[in-house]
């Protein structure tokens, strides 16, 4: 589930992703995932790589996207105390 869904609008399809899943043990802080999303155009075949981080939470048995960014560098959510 997201609050604001994204979508590629049937203009390119997953074709291979790659991801890193970073969860603090025995703590209620939230899912980091950071992965390499690779696109295929539908129209020329070409391919897009691109970075993305989201950041999950658990709600009533449920996970949701809270926030997902198109990069690696975002940090928010992830700090560690």
């Given at each position: 589930?997201?609050?604001?869904?994204?979508?590629?609008?049937?203009?390119?399809?997953?074709?291979?992703?790659?991801?890193?899943?970073?969860?603090?043990?025995?703590?209620?802080?939230?899912?980091?995932?950071?992965?390499?999303?690779?696109f295929r155009?539908?129209?020329?075949?070409?391919?897009?790589?691109?970075?993305?981080?989201?950041?999950?939470?658990?709600?009533?048995?449920?996970y949701y996207?809270?926030?997902?960014?198109?990069?690696?560098?975002?940090?928010?959510?992830?700090?560690?105390?």
């Amino acid at each position: 589930m997201m609050k604001e869904p994204e979508g590629l609008n049937q203009t390119a399809k997953v074709d291979q992703v790659e991801m890193k899943v970073l969860r603090y043990k025995e703590t209620k802080k939230p899912f980091i995932v950071k992965a390499t999303v690779v696109f295929r155009d539908g129209d020329t075949s070409l391919l897009q790589k691109e970075q993305m981080t989201i950041v999950i939470t658990k709600k009533t048995n449920q996970y949701y996207v809270e926030k997902l960014t198109h990069n690696w560098l975002d940090r928010k959510g992830e700090e560690r105390k």
